[in-house]
T-cell receptor
Framework: KNEVEQSPQNLTAQEGEFITINCSYS?????LHWLQQHPGGGIVSLFMLSSGKKKHGRLIATINIQEKHSSLHITASHPRDSAVYIC????????????FGKGTKLSVKP | DGGITQSPKYLFRKEGQNVTLSCEQNLNHDAMYWYRQDPGQGLRLIYY???????QKGDIAEGYSVSREKKESFPLTVTSAQKNPTAFYLCASSMGVPSYNEQFFGPGTRLTVL
């Protein structure tokens, strides 16, 4: 069964803390997506990565293809980072449609 | 500004009525997708279209129908055959297949069937 598992499900942090969200997947993939869903429901694509590491501002995404694992890190977390973070992986076939994790709900307290 | 629009943001319907959710994009993307999101679950693919006048069923297509007559538009109809239609519906688009292309999402439509 193709699966994408995220941990933790819920995460509460104090402002300024370093945050790590993990994602494991069961299929061989060409790229993994990290998404952010705001409280209003809108989703923004944060990263798409197939190897190594990508950085955008205070966000860093890493992937280990051999171990089928990816992490999303947030440095110097801020209350505006509070959102649901979702990872998604293509589950094969010519279409490469995405299978999504259930998301990690992050709450950063001031 | 390029992007994806979905309307309306909130939609209420009586049980047994068909309802059509709008999705429009001006990103010149070939591929468009409809997802459903339920509490505690990951997004699930309802239908997708890689090109105009062609679309394919996703994982949970039963009770839904779509059309792709224009590149910019991919409306989703929730029919009375859908047993549990109350959910949050998200439309997305990409240049090509998700294996190699970022997906862009609309703001979503929250459908409540009374």
């Amino acid at each position: 069964k193709n699966e994408v598992e995220q941990s933790p499900q819920n995460l509460t942090a104090q402002e300024g803390e370093f945050i790590t969200i993990n994602c494991s997947y069961s299929v061989g993939i060409s790229a993994l997506h990290w998404l952010q869903q705001h409280p209003g429901g809108g989703i923004v694509s944060l990263f798409m990565l197939s190897s190594g590491k990508k950085k955008h501002g205070r966000l860093i995404a890493t992937i280990n293809i051999q171990e089928k694992h990816s992490s999303l890190h947030i440095t110097a977390s801020h209350p505006r980072d509070s959102a649901v973070y979702i990872c998604a992986a293509p589950y094969g076939g010519s279409q490469g449609n995405l299978i999504f994790g259930k998301g990690t709900k992050l709450s950063v307290k001031p | 500004d390029g992007g994806i629009t979905q309307s309306p943001k909130y939609l209420f319907r009586k049980e047994g009525q068909n309802v059509t959710l709008s999705c429009e994009q001006n990103l010149n993307h070939d591929a468009m997708y409809w997802y459903r999101q339920d509490p505690g679950q990951g997004l699930r693919l309802i239908y997708y279209s890689q090109i105009v006048n062609d679309f394919q069923k996703g994982d949970i297509a039963e009770g839904y129908s779509v059309s792709r007559e224009k590149k910019e538009s991919f409306p989703l109809t929730v029919t009375s055959a859908q047993k549990n239609p109350t959910a949050f519906y998200l439309c997305a688009s990409s240049m090509g297949v998700p294996s190699y292309n970022e997906q862009f999402f609309g703001p979503g439509t929250r459908l409540t069937v009374l």
